[in-house]
């Protein structure tokens, strides 16, 4: 998911709880119901810079869909902000659309409920088969050994933008491959009075990314292998560390962006402020800002050592956004050829070029647009180094707590209080007590 929506991430609670015995969503909203088998309702996800931008970029494409099937598609653009409250009310309800979008770090928590449509072998047959999406997008679709709970339809991936112009300024010739090289880089940045690295302090999602990858760099993980919270093992707590050393040891994160939330460290690298940034495809953002595709260059997030690959030296979580249909729905005929239409080859090309995404079907991948210098970053970081955050049913928890953690470890760092292991260990210890029990 893009850091935009961060005020959604993480809200699934204990309210999942409450909601596992839900029967599911409907069609109650006004579509798909046995007396209209012509018509589907469809909440979509805020893909573009706003709402309209996302009904000029959908509309054409479902009056295409019904040209072709004679189904209606009633949609709905609903904000990051509203998604998530807006799915649980349905899951408890049984009142909703018969197909939405929903965040794919959401899909473990989400299928816990037992709303959404399990995607078996059958139901991947009506859409052309599970081995048309690349396999990291669907580490991204709910619990290991169980059918997933969503098909994937946007992906998203980490990368490091950096000021071209700041670069050549400070001698520096090449981005940073490693977390040393970035802070060595930033010493000569600084020594040329500009600021480092945006972050955003304040953003728990933000947070949840970075330091699970850097945990997945430090060989760690912050559950067990049957999903039990261990928060505060060394590898997690050297994670959380080394992320928040790079403003409170390293002094490349400035102090100010420790209240960052919403975008300002973007704000800051497109007006020439900051010399890097850790983004998630962010040239659509960065070009609504007004700067220039020349102006900036992009490169695969550091490792700790060495080039970017598998296991330790992962330097990317999985995002993305991935489509889901109620299990309830009074139109599943429709729901599924309208899924497999969004996800067909031809709608992939055109919808994520429209969002500058990239597609997580293969079959669209060879479309030239995906091949230019900031998509063939993200997607080679997709393929070869990017790992799905813990598909397991706690994982909102996970993120609003251990996100808070690192929130608060930002915050003290900024008021220039020594962030030290036993500190850093002590809050991941804290987050771990606030998680439901197994």
Known sequence: ??????????????????????????????????????????????????????????????????????????????????????????????????????????????????????????NFGKIGGKDRFVDSALG????TGQDPAAVPLYSMAYALYYNKNIFADAGIAKPPATWAELVADGKKIQAKGKNVLGAEGANVSENIHHVFVFAKQHGADFFTADGKADFANDGAVAAVKQYVDLMAKDKAIPKGNAEYAQNQS????????????????????????????????????????????????????????????????????????????????DEQKILNKAYSTIPPVKGAQSDPAFDTPANAVLKNTLATSAVALPQVAAESQFETTVGTAVKDLFAD????????????????????????AK
């Open 1 to 122: 998911m893009r850091s935009i929506r961060a005020a959604a991430v993480g809200a699934v609670t204990l309210s999942l709880a409450l909601a596992a015995s839900a029967c599911g969503g409907g069609s109650s909203t006004g579509g798909g119901s046995n007396d209209a088998p012509k018509t589907l309702t469809y909440w979509a996800s805020n893909q573009g810079t706003s709402i309209e931008v996302d009904k000029k970029v959908l509309q054409p494409e479902l009056d295409k869909f019904e040209k072709q099937t004679g189904i209606k598609v009633k949609f709905e653009v609903v904000p990051w902000s509203d998604l998530l409250n807006r799915i649980l009310t349905a899951t408890t309800s049984g009142q909703g659309p018969d197909v939405l979008n929903i965040g794919n770090t959401w899909s473990a928590s989400l299928q816990a409920t037992g709303a959404l449509l399990p995607w078996d072998a059958k």
């Open 140 to 143: 991204s679709t709910g619990v």
């Open 266 to 345: 973007v704000s800051d690298f497109a007006k020439g402020n900051t010399a890097m940034l850790l983004w998630q495809s962010a040239s659509a953002n960065l070009k609504n800002q007004g700067m220039s595709e020349a102006d900036y260059g992009i490169a695969p997030v550091p490792v700790q050592s060495g080039t970017p690959g598998a296991g330790a030296q992962a330097n990317s979580m999985v995002a993305g956004i991935n489509m889901a249909v109620f299990k309830n729905t009074h139109n599943l005929d429709g729901a599924t050829k309208f899924v497999k239409f969004m996800t067909s080859d």
């Open 413 to 436: 760092a900024a008021a220039g209080r020594t962030v030290t292991t036993e500190a850093v260990k002590a809050k991941l210890l804290k987050a771990q007590q606030q998680m439901p």
